[in-house]
């Protein structure tokens, strides 16, 4: 009972407007026959990604934010190599959750990950990320949000605003959720289902070394926008969601070391690389997802 009431104040501080934290979220996606720009050849893309979250309170002012996130990607990278490659991104969360007021709080979290195909590592296949967000509370239903987004990646340093809000109906109906230019949701709940739409975007990069004579690395920046029907089970604590939707697939390759000077949101800085492969044309993915969700103010009830 202990710990249900410290996870339970956790949610209350760290959430805000929003009523839940998801505790883990996993997702499969499958993209079939993306075809390279001037060839017929093709590649499917098959992507897992599994992340955790667990809180750590503090006090009744911070609280320590903990977790991981995993995922990994296969594909072909151009039709002149001759095997899938793996793309693998270990990530963990380490930061804190602050209440400065009853209107204001905040959240910085640093983001060191190990992202690359696993084989031969070093040095170069560890970066250092984070975010910090403010957040102001208007109201019962909708809330601000603002900050920053950077991190070190094997093209250069990237780094992004955000600027985005939360809100929920009073219904309890319609939720909308962003943090652009990251991340978007929206979506519309009818007792245990919901329909959606979303949107999901940011630039990620990998140290490869099993294709080609020379060290490279695959600038991976898709921008994803589905369409999903949700689920609920159990109260709602489990939700399942089946998606459609586009996919840029974007999988640059480029020799480690040739780098840009500094890429900001979308707009890149001193970008005179030369890329390695033909560009993956973008097209149709289908994705499962599975989240474990805690509804904090029915808990208290």
Avoid: C
């Avoid at 001759?82 to 959750?97: E, P």
């Avoid at 920053?148 to 219904?171: C, H, K, Q, R, V």
């Amino acid at each position: 009972m202990k710990k249900l009431l410290l996870l339970l104040l956790f949610i209350s501080f760290f959430s805000e407007a929003q009523e839940y934290i998801d505790i883990l979220k996993t997702g499969y996606s499958y993209t079939s026959n993306a075809k390279f720009e001037g060839s017929n050849e093709s590649t499917d893309v098959n992507s897992f990604e599994a992340g955790v979250t667990f809180p750590i309170i503090l006090n009744d002012k911070y609280a320590l934010i903990t977790g991981i996130n995993f995922s990994t990607n296969q594909l072909f990278l151009s039709p002149n190599y001759n095997q899938t490659t793996n793309l693998y991104s270990t990530l963990l969360k380490i930061g804190v959750a602050t209440t400065h007021s009853e209107k204001w709080s905040s959240t910085i979290v640093f983001l060191p990950k190990i992202s690359s195909d696993y084989k031969n590592l070093s040095g170069d296949d560890f970066y250092f990320g984070g975010f910090a967000v403010a957040k102001l509370k208007k109201s019962e239903h909708f809330k601000y949000r603002f900050g920053l987004y950077a991190s070190t990646e094997a093209f250069g340093l990237f780094a992004t605003p955000i600027f985005g809000f939360y809100y929920l109906s009073p219904s309890k109906r319609l939720e909308i959720d962003a943090s652009l230019p990251i991340s978007a949701d929206i979506n519309y709940r009818f007792g245990k289902a919901a329909v959606g739409i979303d949107y999901f975007g940011i630039g990620r990069s990998y140290n490869i070394s099993q294709e080609t004579s020379i060290p490279v690395y695959i600038e991976q920046s898709p921008l994803e926008f589905t369409y999903y029907f949700q689920y609920g089970i159990l109260k709602n604590s489990i939700l399942l969601r089946a998606k459609v939707g586009y996919s840029s697939n974007i999988h640059e390759v480029y020799e480690q070391g040739d780098k840009l000077d500094f890429r900001l949101s979308a707009f890149s800085f001193g970008d005179d690389r030369t890329q390695l492969n033909p560009d993956i044309l973008g097209s149709l993915f289908f994705k499962m997802e599975a989240i474990y969700r805690i509804h904090f103010k029915e808990k208290k009830k």
